[in-house]
């Protein structure tokens, strides 16, 4: 009986490419083998179907013919198993390519449509100092790093300066060589960059004397890295195409630590700067004012209340780390400083207080 390739994707004949497209996606997520209630033979015949009305000419000759061979039909001629699918090796596998059914696999396996992976040179890692001042208000810093580069004489490209380039012969200048892999499904047809090339589809008739053709070389470069404001200690900077280098690929990125050392007066917690203040008991019962000097190096006067408790806290607003909505604070912490030993006079005028009722 012949096969109504319409009917198995639930389409009219007059549908257009991008509708065969969604209904052929569409079965074929329902019906794919590696679901619970997949259908190995349904997946077949919906890619049978696909396979014919997603191509112009083979679906001209089925809607005339009633096959995609033309008159001779399905049994005329040499056989060609599923309506236009070749079938390759001693294993009878079938072979087709993967390009529409990416994005199927993709989606079962974790990822999108089938693409060309980009190659991509080595990530680098890198530890920088800074003082607690550094890491609030944020500072420029000069690194060196010894690493794989672009060579300068050729800009990368591998070949002598005034020499042209060859179209590679082992994919012909397509930048990327033809794979076929087995599945469960049969022999799937993948890509793949040329390792010869690098996926440029040329090679040098004469390589670069200063890197032997690689493109990249080893060598010592300063980098100017500005550091944000307000930056943690712990916290890791990346650093986009700081890493090394990598012929016919992106360069890889750049990773750097920082440790923030401490500061004699101040600690941080999030936006705020918190210290402790350390008073005398009569500062404490009478009140005084005290000239603090903030991470700018400004002083700002600080009245401290007369009765103030150990422990309580005083907020200097604006005074703190640099935010995106504005700075934080100055948080002081009051540590009220007591006497170990009295002299016979300090007693005196304590019993005195104490008669006062204090």
Do not use: W
Request: hydrophobic fraction near 30%.
């Amino acid at each position: 009986m012949p096969k109504d390739y319409y009917k198995t994707l639930g389409i009219n004949k007059d549908a257009s490419k991008e509708e065969i497209k969604k209904a052929f996606h569409k079965l074929a997520h329902a019906h794919h083998p590696d679901k619970n209630k997949g259908d190995d033979t349904k997946f077949k015949e919906i890619n049978e179907a696909y396979q014919v009305l997603s191509d112009d000419k083979k679906r001209a000759s089925f809607d005339r013919f009633g096959t995609a061979d033309g008159p001779q039909g399905f049994g005329g001629g040499q056989s060609q198993g599923f309506g236009g699918f070749d079938f390759t090796g001693g294993n009878g596998g079938m072979e087709f390519d993967m390009g529409d059914l990416g994005d199927i696999f993709g989606d079962f396996f974790g990822g999108g449509r089938s693409r060309q992976k980009i190659r991509k040179g080595k990530d680098l890692q890198t530890e920088i100092t800074l003082s607690f001042e550094e890491s609030i208000f944020g500072v420029e810093k000069k690194i060196n790093l010894s690493k794989q580069s672009i060579c300068n004489v050729c800009a990368g490209s591998g070949a002598k300066v005034g020499t042209k380039m060859d179209t590679c012969k082992t994919c012909n200048g397509q930048g990327q060589v033809r794979e076929v892999k087995r599945s469960i499904l049969g022999n799937f047809a993948t890509t793949k960059t040329c390792e010869v090339c690098f996926g440029q589809g040329k090679i040098p008739s004469q390589k670069c004397s200063e890197c032997r053709g690689s493109g990249v070389l080893k060598k010592t470069e300063e980098i100017s890295v500005n550091i944000p404001s307000g930056i943690n200690n712990g916290e890791t900077l990346r650093i986009r195409g700081r890493g090394e280098a990598i012929q016919g690929g992106e360069t890889g990125d750049l990773y750097i630590k920082m440790n923030v050392k401490s500061h004699d007066v101040y600690t941080r917690d999030g936006s705020n700067l918190i210290m402790d203040l350390k008073i005398k008991l009569t500062d404490s019962l009478l009140g005084m004012i005290y000239n603090l000097k903030t991470l700018d190096n400004k002083i700002v006067e600080i009245k401290i209340p007369e009765g103030i408790n150990h422990g309580e806290l005083l907020r200097v607003r604006g005074k703190g780390v640099p935010t995106s909505s504005g700075k934080g604070d100055i948080i002081i912490r009051i540590q009220i400083k007591m006497p170990n030993k009295l002299s016979r006079k300090e007693k005196e005028l304590i019993e005195k207080l104490k008669e006062e009722g204090l």
